[in-house]
Nanobody, 117 residues
Framework: QVQLVESGGRLVQAGGSLRLSCAAS????????MGWFRQVPGKEREFVAR????????TYLDSLKGRFTMSADFAKDTCYLQMNSLKPDDTATYFC??????????WGRGTQVTVSS
């Protein structure tokens, strides 16, 4: 099994920046992609960004391109989400997710990001 721990979420003012981190442990050799999702209460979980182990360019939710940047170090089993020019609409719980063998997705518990206006 793979375990994920997110960190870095906090209260920030609109226009500010945050960097979220995700650390994986366990059978990390099975991981072939890492990504970020976010969810607001009462709404579906939303894709934010994803990158694969083959070194390809990360993909993003179109509306976040230019403000959010994802990076990953598969050798260190970590990934990051740099979020700039934050808006109140970015307020959500941010989840790290990895895909392992068999196409199974494993989720972290999330980290809360709150952007005040």
């Amino acid at each position: 099994q793979v375990q994920l721990v997110e960190s870095g979420g906090r209260l920030v003012q609109a226009g500010g920046s945050l960097r979220l981190s995700c650390a994986a442990s366990g059978r990390t050799f099975e991981i072939y992609s890492m990504g970020w999702f976010r969810q607001v209460p009462g709404k579906e979980r939303e894709f934010v960004a994803r990158t694969t182990k083959d070194g390809g360019t990360p993909t993003y939710l179109d509306s976040l391109k230019g403000r959010f940047t994802m990076s990953a170090d598969f050798a260190k089993d970590t990934c990051y989400l740099q979020m700039n020019s934050l808006k109140p609409d970015d307020t959500a719980t941010y989840f790290c997710a990895v895909t392992v063998g068999g196409g199974v997705t494993i989720w972290g518990r999330g980290t809360q990001v709150t952007v005040s206006s």
